[in-house]
């Protein structure tokens, strides 16, 4: 079955960087896109970044493009996201989930184009 587990969270003050890897098992790792989503307290699910499955092109939120990197390695079965220029409203729990197809699908709820997730690591920004 799919399994997903990411790492690399923790307390970084403002303006420092984190890197979280997710390692993927149990499907075909490099014919799925990727994405990583994330949940603030308090509030919904949203989606922050994905990958194509070839890691030809990839898309951000808004509100992080420019400061976080997707990345994959098809080898190692991981995915990655490099976040600098950390923020504290970027402070929440981090999932990478595995996309139903080679390309992001982006749909009124993209939640829905996922169907595998991981257990997520806490990222908290605060001096």
């Known amino acids: 079955q799919v399994q997903l587990v990411e790492s690399g969270g923790g307390l970084a003050q403002p303006g420092g960087s984190l890197r979280l890897p997710c390692v993927a098992s149990?499907?075909?790792?490099?014919?799925?896109?990727m994405s990583w989503f994330r949940q603030a307290p308090g509030k919904g699910l949203e989606w922050v970044s994905g990958?194509?499955?070839?890691?030809?092109?990839?898309y951000y939120k808004d509100s992080v493009r420019g400061r976080f990197t997707i990345s994959r390695d098809n080898a190692k079965n991981t995915v990655y996201l490099q976040m600098n220029s950390l923020k504290p409203e970027d402070t929440a729990l981090y999932y990478c989930?595995?996309?139903?197809?080679?390309?992001?699908?982006?749909?009124?709820?993209?939640?829905?184009?996922?169907?595998?997730w991981g257990r997520g690591t806490q990222v908290t920004v605060s001096s």
């Open positions: 989930a595995k996309g139903k197809a080679r390309i992001l699908i982006f749909t009124t709820d993209i939640r829905e184009t996922h169907d595998g």
């Open positions: 149990g499907f075909t790792f490099s014919i799925y896109a």
């Open positions: 990958i194509y499955s070839d890691g030809s092109d990839s």
